[in-house]
């Protein structure tokens, strides 16, 4: 066991540089983080441009842009002045994503480790309440369906799901602001606040920011739920019909323990697979209902550092996620292991 | 056990639960908080490391600068009692030929902390954006040679490197020197700058009405009302809350979840036109939406001649662009200092005009002769016949440009001129020559994007400087046009060292003059800056650059 959580991790390791100079390469190509800085359509002059460039170690080729932002410049002589030379006795001060630094905000120049700890509870604020409200509702739906499948109360449910499915997230997020916060304000009901994370002219109680994760909360459980609806149901179903089952059913066993003794274990296997697969995502944060709801998370860090061309910043979230799947795939392994005795470490089944 | 009831009971339990706690009526706002709103989170509250409109928005909340630009085009004195040109000795020029600006600091400016605001307040700045280490992100003092304090410790004296008839540039934002010093000191010792300062993540000592308190990134920012500002203002504190969608923004302000919103684009604002419960205030901002000519890097042959430019000004309805695509909350202007005082009203204003158009482009020789609706080369020197008269524009992929190019396309093809919309992300836009990009290195042969922040002075530029045609030589050069006019460039340099004001306004309608007949820059509107807020805020005067000038008179209606 041991032996082989070190081999994945090892592989792990090599995967993490492929992808970190692959991520480094196109978060490179983004376009220039100074065009950004100075708006964009007010673009700067000549002398000002480089002097932001060579500040912000723009200036340097890819490969060194790159070493930097693995190992630090902390070993160099950098040119601190921006005058185009070398300073010296002047030494960078990174240390590197390998020594624990992931870099310096080119926008708030804060150091992303800060930015990324400022942002990642807020996400999993986020996310975790909605992942438990998935599964929560995925499994009652799968119940509902094994037992009576096809029935009209599992069609309902089941369509309802594909619905929510098939519709945009952000069709959702502002279907639910317009109905919720917007509907309900003018009908004289009591209502949800648009966006936001606190209503700062009211104290800041616990009550005030769970009205405000009511919307994305809702928002990202519609959205996510017919995928995994779909995954147990079918699931469930294919155990249904397994011979132990009619063997279990002709004892004479109960209808709510077959299904919670002898269906619900195994068909929550697969679902192992997939909330292994999807973990890392409560690292990322949701891009759109973040951005739509003004949620301070982790995924409208990344787009607002994308759009800023903040690459340190998207780096470390990439980094950050990417570490995160290979982690995930390997508890998942393991789990996989621990729970299916059929399963084995080299490979296939027992 | 019954997994099955207990997984439907805990799931309805707590979704009745939520539903309850988020429905309940939520707790009475406080009157006493300004709620305020933007679109983009400022990337720093210290001005000297941001050049962004979202960061300028709030500084006049807790950083005041010795005058400020009133919506009126004037200046108004803030931290000093009289302006400089008011004074006498206030703008002298050395006898090296240096202009030299003193101003005085007013008794009553104090730092909320109560220090007296002091010339050492301005020195320091300045000595902080020499240091090597500090990297500013402004060019506030490329042209100033020293600042000193004058007479009392709260004359300011400034010299600039040479004659400078822009004495207002002496104004910066002071920064609280008594405080700053030895954390300062601290960092220049361990080769950091004023960036790594904690003060300047979150300046908690400032000299206006508030001081902020609480910056959550992503969120929110809060100021709390100054003690040491008088008059103390109605609000206690400000709250600034980031909404990045803008149809989040607008239901904010229209659900009176947000007091005051900026930032707006004009298309944005249009469905609260009718809505009485609020005031929509436009004023401009620094910049005019236009269409510049490529004229020197392989432009399509039709526009080196003027009467071809001139008709496209002609067949373009811009007031009909306002008016549809910007709510009619700004105006066409027909010179950099359109709506200015030193607008030349002399010069000839292009109107709409297809009839008058489309005779010109006749008499220029490009006639539809194949009746395809595009009109072709015929008979013009230089020019095969039959080249068609299709233009590129390019511009970013900001929305209302690129409907604003959309509309024009479809007036321009009345007259036989087809236009081809080419759209660059904003990244891409601006990146030098030897990078490509639309702006200076691309070969359209008309850009759309805004410029020149002229509109508080009759300021030079170098838009349009023989110098600054981009090249692999000169990767940043910002003459887009890639065209040189001598003339031009000279009338530009003159500004730029004439000092008295008469002759400056005699060289600004010079300029227009030239601008207008040569046609090498098309004016669409000027750039709109945008607040929204409800009625019930009384007594606000949003200041242009400056929303919160007067916030300390503002109140709330009962």
Not at chain 1, 21 to 49: K, M, N, R, W
Not at chain 2, 395 to 401: C, K, M, Q, S
Request: aromatic share 10%.
């Amino acid at each position: 066991m041991t032996r082989y959580i070190l081999r994945r991790l090892l592989e792990g390791v090599v995967l993490l540089f492929i992808v970190s100079f692959i991520l480094f390469a196109l978060a490179y190509s983004f376009g220039d983080p100074v065009a950004v800085l100075t708006d964009g359509s007010a673009p700067p002059t000549g002398e000002e441009a480089d002097r932001l460039r060579r500040a912000l170690g723009l200036d340097q080729p890819l490969p060194r842009q790159y070493l930097y932002w693995l190992i630090g410049n902390d070993w160099t002589l950098i040119d601190a002045d921006g005058d185009g030379d070398t300073d010296e006795g002047i030494y960078g001060q990174r240390r590197g994503i390998l020594r624990g630094d992931l870099g310096t905000s080119l926008i708030t120049r804060q150091p992303t480790a800060d930015r990324i700890a400022d942002r990642l509870p807020n996400s999993l604020l986020l996310m975790i309440p909605s992942y438990i409200l998935v599964l929560m509702i995925t499994l009652g739906i799968g119940i509902i369906a094994a037992r009576r499948p096809g029935s009209r109360l599992d069609t309902v449910l089941t369509t309802l799901a594909q619905v929510g499915y098939a519709l945009p997230i952000f069709f959702i997020c502002l279907a639910l602001i317009y109905v919720f916060a917007v509907q309900f304000r003018r009908w004289g009901l009591p209502h949800l606040p648009i966006a936001g994370m606190v209503d700062l002219s009211q104290p800041r109680t616990p009550g005030n920011l769970i009205r405000h994760l009511v919307l994305p909360v809702a928002s990202l459980t519609i959205v996510q739920l017919a995928g995994y609806v779909r995954f147990v149901r079918a699931s469930i179903l294919d155990v249904i019909g397994q011979e132990y089952i009619r063997t279990a059913r002709s004892k004479g066993l109960p209808e709510r323990r077959v299904i919670g003794l002898h269906v619900l274990k195994p068909a929550a296997l697969p679902l192992i697979t997939l909330v292994g697969l999807d973990l890392p995502s409560l690292l990322g944060g949701a891009v759109v209902t973040e951005t739509i709801f003004a949620y301070p998370g982790m995924g409208l860090l990344f787009l607002d550092s994308l759009n800023a061309g903040d690459f340190p910043v998207v780096m470390g979230i990439l980094i950050l996620v990417s570490s995160a799947v290979i982690v995930a795939q390997l508890v998942t392994d393991l789990a996989y292991v621990w729970l299916d005795p059929r399963v084995s470490l080299q490979g296939g089944a027992r | 056990m019954n997994f099955q009831r207990v997984l439907l009971k805990m799931t309805s339990i707590l979704v009745l639960a939520l539903a309850a706690l988020s429905f309940s009526a939520a707790a009475q706002s406080n009157p006493a908080v300004l709620r305020a709103a933007i679109d983009q989170e400022p990337t720093s509250l210290n001005p000297y490391y941001t050049v962004q409109q979202a960061a300028y928005t709030f500084i006049d909340l807790y950083l005041l600068r010795p005058w400020l630009f009133t919506r009126e085009l004037q200046y108004t004195p803030v931290l000093v009692e009289a302006l400089p040109p008011d004074v006498e000795g206030g703008v002298t020029q050395n006898d090296a030929g240096q202009t030299v600006v003193r101003y005085t600091i007013r008794q009553d400016a104090l730092w909320s902390d109560g220090t007296p605001v002091t010339a050492a307040d301005f020195i320091f700045p300045f000595e902080v954006a020499n240091d090597g280490v500090s990297a500013f992100a402004v060019t506030t003092f490329g042209a100033v040679a020293s600042v000193e304090q004058g007479a009392t410790e709260r004359e300011v004296v400034v010299t600039f490197t040479s004659v400078n008839p822009d004495w207002f540039s002496a104004g910066w934002w002071p920064l609280p020197e008594h405080a700053l010093r030895e954390p300062y000191n601290a960092a220049i010792a361990a080769d950091a700058g004023l960036n790594t300062l904690d003060w300047s993540l979150l300046p908690t000592i400032g000299n206006g009405p508030f001081v902020p308190v609480e910056w959550q990134q992503g969120s929110f920012m809060r100021f709390t009302r100054s003690e040491t500002f008088a008059p103390q203002p109605y609000f206690e504190e400000v709250a600034v809350s980031f909404f990045p969608d803008t149809t989040v923004l607008r239901t904010i302000v229209e659900n009176g979840e947000a007091d005051i919103v900026h930032n707006f684009q004009a298309g944005d604002v249009i469905p609260l036109l009718e809505n009485d419960n609020l005031v929509i205030d436009s004023q401009y901002d620094s910049g005019r939406e236009a269409w510049w000519f490529n004229l020197g890097r392989e432009p399509h042959p039709a526009l080196t001649d003027v009467r071809v430019r001139r008709a496209i000004a002609m067949g373009i309805d811009r007031q009909l662009i306002v008016d549809e695509l910007l709510g009619g909350l700004t105006s066409v202007p027909h010179s950099f200092w359109s709506d200015t005082p030193y607008f030349n009203e002399a010069i000839e204003v292009i109107g709409y005009d297809p009839e008058g158009a489309m005779a010109l482009l006749d008499e220029a020789g490009w006639i539809d002769a194949d009746g395809d609706g595009v009109r072709e080369a015929s008979g013009v020197e230089g020019v095969e016949d039959g080249l068609p008269l299709n233009l590129t524009v390019g511009t970013t992929n900001t929305p209302i440009r690129i409907d604003a190019v959309t509309a024009a396309q479809d007036m321009l093809g009345e007259i036989g001129v087809a236009i081809e919309l080419v759209t660059y992300e904003s990244a891409n836009w601006a990146t030098p020559f030897t990078d490509g990009g639309g702006f200076r290195g691309g070969f359209d042969d008309v850009l759309h994007f805004y410029g020149f922040t002229a509109f508080t002075s009759i300021r030079p530029t170098n838009w349009f400087a023989c110098n600054q045609i981009p090249s692999a030589e000169n990767p940043n050069g910002i003459n887009v046009t890639h065209a040189c006019y001598p003339e031009l460039d000279e009338l530009w340099n003159a500004l730029a060292t004439t000092t008295d004001l008469a002759e400056r306004e005699a060289i600004a309608d010079e300029i227009q003059v030239f601008m207008a007949e040569n046609v090498i820059w098309i004016g669409l509107w000027n750039r709109p800056q945008l607040t929204v807020y409800g009625t019930d805020l009384q007594n606000v005067t949003i200041g242009a650059q400056s929303p919160y000038i007067s916030i300390a008179e503002w109140t709330r209606a009962e």
